[in-house]
């Protein structure tokens, strides 16, 4: 396993990080869960991300069950709020009350006295910005959080949280959790520069396009049967996107590329992200461990820049690059 420094602070994490957003609590079993968790340790990922709102607050449930007994300090786990986690309208947002209340039920759930990373899982148009940073930013003086981050924000938006956070003497945000793929690009030509500029890191998700650039869905065939495409609990939703047959057509391209280089067509595109200097982590998913394994052979992977045009060339115009396709939830009636 390679490490990487989490933008310009001095956490170091595993570039390939453990994520249970649609398997734990929802979609495998909990043995099934517990073995793809021993699998990533035992290949040297040191990273796991998760969430409140994952399968209703279960899978961070599993998570801490699947990490109880092992060393804390050898690990780095990274959580979420923003997103409802119960009925009343205060349970979700980034208002002072949520995040206090999420902050304790996920310790809680996690079996931790602390998280390494604790993330805005979206920007909340609702709240003031101020009150979200000085709640997290009181997090961070008790101890229960040790960096704060943010998903899938805008980069304006990023840059606001950081004026305010220098005006309040605030600690900065380390972190933005995109999604990032060859197939999706959308923080490029915006995000990506601004945070390279303030020393923010990539801790990027659906770096396999939720498996559509594995390979395994085939142009003009039925969807394979066990797999995130088939999955009505959520995945399937996601995955949509691409299942068209210009996207597959052109991903199957892809394999004679993977082929001369001794990769699968998943590690292809966990070390695409991975070859991103910005990229601090790429998160993978896994219902079964062998997966787990399979996608941490990306790590340490170069791949050179003849390589990489071969792969533009291929993917041409189905690149979602458009910044404005991150986006937040509007404000509630």
């Known amino acids: 396993m390679e490490f990487r ?18 398997t734990h609590g929802s979609q495998v079993e909990e043995d099934a869960a517990l073995a793809c968790v021993q699998a990533a ?16 607050t279960r899978a961070e449930d599993v998570l801490g069950r699947a990490l109880k007994g092992q060393r804390r300090e050898g690990l780095e786990i990274f959580t979420k709020v923003y997103w409802p986690t119960g009925p009343g309208m205060n349970d979700r947002g980034l208002s002072r009350k949520h995040i206090f209340e999420s902050i304790h039920g996920s310790l809680r759930r996690l079996q931790t006295d602390y998280v390494d990373l604790y993330q805005a899982h979206r920007f909340d148009y609702e709240t003031p910005l101020e009150e979200t940073l000085k709640a997290f930013d009181d997090l961070v003086r008790q101890g229960k959080v040790l960096y704060v981050g943010v ?14 956070a220098d005006q309040m003497g605030f600690d900065r945000i380390v972190s933005s959790q995109p999604q990032y793929s060859m197939l999706w690009r ?16 990539q801790i990027v998700w659906s770096p396999i396009a939720q498996g559509v650039l594995s390979g395994k869905y085939k142009p003009g065939q039925p969807l394979p049967a066990g797999t995130r495409a088939t999955d009505e609990k959520g995945g399937a939703d ?13 991903v199957q391209k892809l394999q ?9 067509m998943a590690q292809l595109a966990v070390a695409w992200v991975l070859q991103n200097p910005n990229v601090s982590a790429a998160i993978v998913g896994a219902s079964r461990p062998e997966q787990v394994r399979d996608n941490v052979k ?10 990489l045009e071969r792969i533009d060339d291929v ?14 939830p509007p404000q509630r009636p």
């Open 5 to 22: 420094r989490l933008g310009r602070s001095g956490l170091k994490i595993s570039e390939i990080a453990y994520g249970n957003w649609l």
């Open 41 to 56: 340790l035992d290949e040297g990922v040191t990273t796991f991300d998760t969430a409140d709102v994952y399968a209703g």
């Open 151 to 164: 998903s899938e924000w805008r980069a304006e938006e990023i840059a606001r949280a950081l004026e305010i």
């Open 186 to 201: 959308v923080i490029e030509s915006e995000v990506v520069p601004l945070c390279e500029k303030e020393g923010i890191g």
């Open 238 to 250: 996601m995955v949509r996107r691409y299942l068209n047959d210009d996207t597959l057509t052109r």
């Open 256 to 264: 004679p590329i993977a082929d001369e280089l001794g990769l699968t």
């Open 298 to 307: 990306a790590a340490g992977v170069k791949l050179d820049a003849e390589v």
């Open 315 to 328: 993917l041409g115009p189905i690149v979602e690059r458009d910044p404005a396709r991150t986006v937040s």
